[in-house]
């Protein structure tokens, strides 16, 4: 079945529907979605979206959280990109806020604000609460919201569509096939513009802050079409996520004050952050949590972790502002927090390479920044890059929502212009083969045990801390696993919510891109933000002040390239915090 509408974008997420509001201010928008569009992995998000709105620190400015970024990022981030995504902030949070979106409030009532990491005055001098938060549920109420809004203004959802391919022809986009995970069973959607907002990939670690359905889908389309990923070697670790379990537990905590402390109860961010302390930048935060179980300073009978303490909050605060994170404490850890320390470890949480896009949203080919016409991308999916290497806490609902609205309006620009090329022959063709061939395999593996092997072995070999011997060892393993997934069966064989056939599915995914962070990490002979090598412990801005590029064909062979990082105002220094 062919469906035809003048815009396709792919994910529910604040990103996709973020566009879908501009878009279809002027044209036919339809949005495709493998979840029900309320339960994508951006209502998950809890502690703040940043802004400076000067709603609690009056001498805040937007030239602070410009140079914040751009030194959270460790000087990888392109900084047009940064200036665009600082300045248009507070407009972006104002029309969230007239959209229906109910902020907590300072006791004036405006719009509340807190601190967060890497968030300072006055380039590093003081923390700065610019966290505009909704107590800790900011992502699943501007999820809602945005929701209503894309009801009211008519925009056409398929959910529990999963795309599966990207038609793309001679570097034009003319739309994407979709299984129809309800009644099985492929579907063309030919539009004039296709955008992917697919989210991140932290399912393809153990220890995940990520939703189930984070494994990456659009990447590894836009790979499989032979377009290239940028930056894929850069994940980030957030420092506090629910020990064992991976669930997080935001920033929020330490923006109210928590404190992290040590199994000799020695609050040890004095050590690595003397300024910022528990709210130094998260790469910096999680590998002084690693360093201190790593040098036996951890907590409990194996030492494995550390914690957090929130009980010096209060309850009345904690009820206020971050009830959620008490909440998740009692049901999933079997703590609570107001009356004991909390055992946290690092989570894997955000991926700050993905698809290579310009300031607008335009997907790009090459080094030279050649365009895909047709095709646009931002969220987590997409690299613009905003983050660098390493992104700020609240700066990713912010990226997903002011990129998500340039994008949008990119897109409403540019439709116009565009026509319904004509679709190949047998569009379907390769995504057919591809399907046929997972669907009917009748070997012996089973895709859950080839899923954990990835998962225990990319934790293991390609974490927080990593080096040249560990990286290499994980290249064979993937290629390991990429060979037993050749020999994996399916049981089941019904057409109807399949969930084998889509676990499958997502596992080839996330074994492709793999390839490309192992790669990516093991080529990167330096240490900057989240990607940390224990054999090159130092940031080289001589040779890696550079963006990678990394394309992958269909025999499995990688090729990089590089771009240069775009610098404006700030030259790379030395990040102390
Ligand atoms: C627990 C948690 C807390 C967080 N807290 C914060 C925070 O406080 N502040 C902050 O700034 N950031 C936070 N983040 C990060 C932030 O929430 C995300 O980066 C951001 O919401 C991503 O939005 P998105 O629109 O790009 O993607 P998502 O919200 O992940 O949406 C992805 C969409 O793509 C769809 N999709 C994926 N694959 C396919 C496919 N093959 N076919 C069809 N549809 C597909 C899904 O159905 C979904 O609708 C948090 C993240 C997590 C995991």
Redesign the pocket.
């Known amino acids: 079945m062919t469906h035809i509408h003048d815009v396709v974008i ?7 529907m973020r566009a879908a509001l501009e878009a279809s201010k002027v044209a036919d928008v339809a949005v ?4 029900y ?1 309320s339960r ?3 209502g ?6 940043a802004a400076t709105l000067k709603n609690v620190d009056s001498d805040d400015c937007i030239e602070f959280h410009m140079f914040d970024t751009v030194k959270g990022s460790d000087y990888l981030g392109d900084q047009d990109a940064i200036e665009n995504l600082c300045n248009e902030a507070p407009e972006v949070i104002y029309e969230t806020e007239h959209m229906g979106v109910p902020y907590s409030r300072t006791p004036e009532g405006k719009i509340a604000q807190r601190k967060f990491g890497g968030h300072s005055l006055h380039h590093g001098k003081v923390a700065a609460n610019r966290a505009c938060y909704a107590a800790d549920y ?2 699943h109420v501007l999820l809602h919201t945005f929701f209503e809004q894309c009801i009211k203004q008519r925009v056409r959802f398929y959910s529990e ?4 391919g990207l038609i793309v022809v001679d570097n034009r986009c003319l739309g994407i096939v ?1 299984w129809d995970i309800q009644k099985g069973g492929l579907h063309v959607f030919h539009a004039k513009a296709t955008m992917f ?4 990939y ?1 399912r393809v670690f153990k220890i995940t ?3 189930h ?2 494994t990456g ?2 990447l590894a389309l836009c790979l499989r079409a032979g377009l290239p990923l940028e930056d894929m070697e850069f994940v980030q670790f957030h420092p506090t996520g629910l020990y064992k379990q991976g669930i ?1 537990l ?1 920033e ?1 905590a330490r923006g109210e004050g928590a404190y992290l402390l040590n199994g000799l109860n020695e609050r040890f961010m004095e050590r690595y952050a003397p300024t910022l302390m528990e709210l130094a930048p998260r790469d910096m935060v999680s590998r002084s949590i690693q360093t201190e179980i790593l040098e036996g300073r951890g907590a409990g009978p194996k030492k494995d972790h550390v914690w957090l303490d929130i009980r010096h909050i209060g309850e009345k605060r904690i009820a206020a502002v971050i009830p959620q994170i008490r909440s998740l404490c009692l049901n999933f850890g079997g703590v609570d927090p107001i009356k004991q320390p909390i055992p946290i470890q690092t989570t894997a ?2 991926s700050m390479g993905g698809i290579p896009v310009t300031c607008d949203g335009r997907v790009i080919y090459d080094e030279k920044n050649s365009l895909v016409e047709g095709l646009y991308a931002a ?3 997409a690299c613009v890059s905003v983050h660098g290497a390493n992104r700020l ?6 990226d ?1 929502t002011a990129n ?1 609205r340039r994008t949008g309006r990119t897109i409403a620009n540019d439709i116009g212009k565009l026509k319904l090329n004509a679709l190949p022959e047998n569009p379907m063709e390769d995504t057919q083969e591809r399907i046929g061939r997972v669907a009917g395999s009748t070997g012996r593996e089973k895709v859950i045990h080839i899923r954990h092997d990835l998962r225990d072995s990319m934790e293991e070999n390609c974490g927080v801390f990593r080096s040249g011997e560990r990286l290499q060892k994980q290249k064979q393993i993937l290629k390991d696993l990429l060979e037993r997934y050749r020999q994996i069966k399916i049981d089941d064989q019904s057409k109807v919510f399949n969930t084998d056939i889509m676990e499958a599915l997502e596992l080839g995914y996330m074994l492709e891109f793999s390839e490309l962070i192992v790669e990516g990490a093991l080529r990167r002979t330096e240490s900057r933000g989240a990607h940390s090598r224990t054999d090159f412990p130092k940031r080289d801005d001589v040779n890696w002040l550079n963006h990678t590029l990394a394309w992958r064909d269909a025999s499995g062979q990688i090729r990089f390239g590089s771009k240069p990082v775009v610098i404006k105002n700030y030259q790379p220094m030395e990040r102390k915090y």
């Open positions: 792919i994910g529910a997420g604040l990103a996709g495709i979605t493998k979840l569009p994508s992995h951006s998950a998000a809890q502690g703040g979206i900011t992502g569509f999963q795309a599966v979709a907002a697919t989210g991140g932290g802050s990520n939703a359905a984070s889908d659009g997080l935001s929020g949480h955000y969220g987590e999916c806490g609240t700066n990713s609902l912010l997903a998500g």
